[in-house]
């Protein structure tokens, strides 16, 4: 491996380290959840399988964003694998008050009272199993309970940007 590669830990540069994660293209997803009588969502790309039996699947949020208290205290979340076509709903769900996120917004709820983001290529809708701590975020891993799927093409990120992977 190259020498100029190796970081100093004690002394790591978290924008260096931002951008070499950026080289890892990712899917975009918008992970939802109901609590206290109230639509949560955000962004997200951290989003993976973790077993198919049972069926496990995980994503991590940061413990200092608003909506933390509802994703890790409302028993269950959804994830809706974006498509192509829909960067400007990822990057709705970046930034905005989760009322401003979820307004106008076309979802469809489920009977678990959570929402899928209509136009979604994939969605599972899963029942927390457990919280794992992990540095500045804590990773939800759930049961998927339902899920759905369609053969369109999805949003993806890398290096920083949104693109469309084609099939």
């Given at each position: 491996?190259?020498?100029?590669?190796?970081?100093?830990?004690?002394?790591?540069?978290?924008?260096?380290?931002?951008e070499?994660?950026?080289?890892?293209?990712?899917?975009?997803?918008v992970?939802?959840?109901?609590?206290?009588?109230?639509?949560?969502?955000?962004?997200?790309?951290?989003?993976?399988?973790?077993s198919?039996d049972?069926?496990?699947v995980?994503?991590?949020?940061?413990?200092?964003t608003a909506?933390?208290?509802a994703?890790?205290?409302?028993?269950?979340?959804?994830?809706?694998?974006?498509?192509?076509?829909?960067?400007?709903?990822?990057?709705?769900?970046?930034?905005?008050?989760?009322?401003?996120?979820?307004?106008?917004?076309?979802?469809?709820?489920?009977?678990?009272?959570?929402?899928?983001?209509?136009?979604?290529?994939?969605?599972?809708?899963?029942?927390?199993?457990?919280?794992v701590?992990?540095?500045?975020?804590?990773?939800?891993?759930?049961?998927v309970?339902?899920?759905?799927?369609?053969?369109?093409?999805?949003?993806?990120?890398?290096?920083?940007?949104?693109?469309?992977?084609?099939?």
């Open positions: 491996m190259n020498a100029d590669a190796h970081l100093n830990l004690e002394a790591l540069n978290h924008a260096a380290l931002k070499a994660m950026g080289c890892f293209a990712t899917g975009i997803t992970v939802t959840t109901h609590y206290k009588g109230a639509d949560y969502g955000m962004t997200c790309n951290s989003f993976n399988t973790v198919l049972p069926a496990l995980l994503w991590s949020v940061q413990k200092t909506s933390h208290e994703f890790t205290n409302s028993r269950g979340y959804t994830v809706s694998i974006l498509g192509a076509d829909q960067e400007a709903v990822a990057r709705r769900f970046a930034r905005g008050t989760s009322a401003e996120r979820f307004a106008g917004l076309p979802v469809t709820r489920l009977p678990t009272n959570r929402t899928v983001i209509d136009g979604s290529v994939a969605w599972f809708d899963c029942v927390l199993e457990k919280i701590e992990a540095g500045d975020h804590d990773v939800l891993i759930g049961r309970l339902e899920f759905a799927s369609t053969p369109a093409a999805p949003l993806g990120y890398v290096h920083g940007r949104f693109i469309g992977l084609g099939s």
